[in-house]
């Protein structure tokens, strides 16, 4: 809202002489005309009525004519003019114009009261059809409603020796405009955007007011409902580093005390990527080997603004989104890639396990020499057996094979590591027990051979 306050500028003529002086108010036929009006920078137009604002500058253009309007010379003498400026302008200059020249400077200033006696301290006496230009300067300063006359006085004097006083007024106008309206604050983030409103870095918090009438006084801000502070001016910015969910309350005022109603902001700050951690479950062996299937339960935490998805791939494959724990229930190696990402766009860097499973036993075989001469399913010789045991494991790999001998009438043997072919000698029945253990721990079932010596 703007309250409008009219200072009203009047000027009046009024004819004075010492001697032979007759009264004559203006009318239609009279010599003297005053014309005030009124403008500024912005309205260089001069107008009867103009609307500014506090502080600016305003100048009163008054133009004074005599026109006598007869064949006698007559002239203007003793000519004086009053000028009062409200209580809402400040005087500054006046600038007179007159037969080409110009001067700067009044009689006098008494208060609000400007006034200028031409004919004594200029030595101005008018003559038919001469204009007098008076630009009264001032400022706007404050508010105020109040009316004000300005008077300018003088005689027409013939030279007769009889003065003739007439008076003429025009009046201008000047409205201040009360600046009644609050300030408007804007309030910008900056910092990197991520996902679903979240920011990814520190933000900086960019206050801004603009009034219209007046200059801005304060800005106040409230970071998370803290503590208040104000800054001086127009804009102020704030770094925010902490993660979480913010909310910045700012307002602003003029220099007319004019407060805005608080406003709110609100943001979210997520600067960590999610953290996935892997549970394997399953029979472990040896050597960081599971001898059974292994289940895999991948658990993903974001503190701030929560996991949204966890994505898993198997040897290369491609990649797929995790919900129930990952099953392998094959012997082989896998590496297993998995990732999370967060509702504020972060992607976890990518973990990688292996997982090694042998739910297979080794396999063994024992080797001898090639005969035809059989008893009862078994091998006869007739001399020295060399044997030599073979164990295969495709997964983990061989740890080791064991094997004991048994003769008959000789007593049971003791189990011994294999480390080659070894040779067996003497007149029996012999019978050969062996087996192997692979580096995961699986341990093959005994298996038995029997040969014969003569």
């Not at 300018?152 to 004097?157: F, Y």
Request: hydrophobic letters at 35%; charged letters at 20%.
């Amino acid at each position: 809202m703007k309250i409008k306050i009219c200072i009203l500028i009047t000027i009046s003529l009024l004819l004075l002489s010492s001697i032979n002086i007759v009264s004559a108010s203006r009318g239609t036929g009279s010599p003297l005309e005053v014309i005030k009006n009124v403008c500024n920078r912005e309205f260089p137009e001069e107008v009867d009525e103009i609307n500014v604002g506090l502080y600016e500058a305003v100048v009163f253009k008054i133009h004074i004519s005599y026109n006598a309007k007869c064949n006698f010379e007559y002239k203007l003498t003793n000519f004086k003019v009053v000028d009062f400026l409200p209580e809402g302008l400040e005087y500054q200059y006046t600038l007179i114009k007159f037969r080409g020249e110009a001067y700067l400077g009044e009689s006098g200033v008494a208060g609000n009261k400007i006034f200028f006696n031409f004919t004594q301290d200029w030595g101005f006496e008018i003559f038919d059809g001469e204009t007098i230009h008076l630009e009264i300067c001032a400022k706007t300063v404050g508010y105020g409603i109040n009316i004000n006359t300005a008077y300018a006085s003088g005689v027409i004097l013939h030279p007769s020796g009889i003065g003739i006083k007439h008076t003429d007024s025009d009046t201008a106008s000047v409205i201040i405009d009360s600046d009644t309206e609050p300030p408007i604050t804007t309030c910008s983030l900056e910092g990197e955007m991520g996902d679903n409103d979240w920011f990814l870095s520190d933000v900086e918090i960019f206050l801004h007011a603009e009034d219209v009438e007046s200059d801005i006084q304060e800005i106040y801000y409230q970071l998370d409902n803290g503590i208040w502070y104000s800054n001086s001016g127009d804009s102020v910015s704030i770094m925010v580093s902490e993660e979480g969910s913010h909310m910045i309350n700012y307002y602003s005022s003029d220099e007319y005390n004019n407060c805005e109603d608080i406003k709110t902001t609100k943001f979210k700050i997520d600067k960590s990527k999610p953290v996935t951690k892997s549970d394997v479950k399953g029979n472990m062996g040896k050597n960081g080997w599971f001898v059974d299937k292994v289940s895999i339960t991948l658990d993903a935490g974001d503190a701030i603004s929560g996991v949204e998805s966890t994505f898993y791939n198997i040897n290369g494959g491609e990649f797929q989104k995790y919900k129930t724990p990952i099953e392998l229930l094959e012997s082989g190696v896998y590496v297993i890639v998995f990732y999370s990402t967060d509702y504020a766009g972060h992607i976890e860097d990518e973990v990688k396990i292996k997982i090694k499973i042998d739910a297979d036993s080794p396999k063994t075989s024992a080797i001898l020499p090639i005969t035809t001469d059989c008893y009862q399913g078994m091998y006869v010789y007739h001399q020295t057996v060399i044997v030599a045991l073979d164990a295969i494991d495709e997964t983990s790999g061989i740890g080791s094979t064991y094997y004991r001998i048994t003769s008959n009438p000789v007593q049971e043997g003791s189990w011994k590591e294999y480390g080659g072919p070894f040779i067996v000698f003497g007149r029996g029945l012999y019978s050969l027990e062996f087996y192997s253990i692979d580096k995961a721990g699986n341990q093959e079932i005994t298996k038995t051979t029997q040969f014969i010596i003569l």
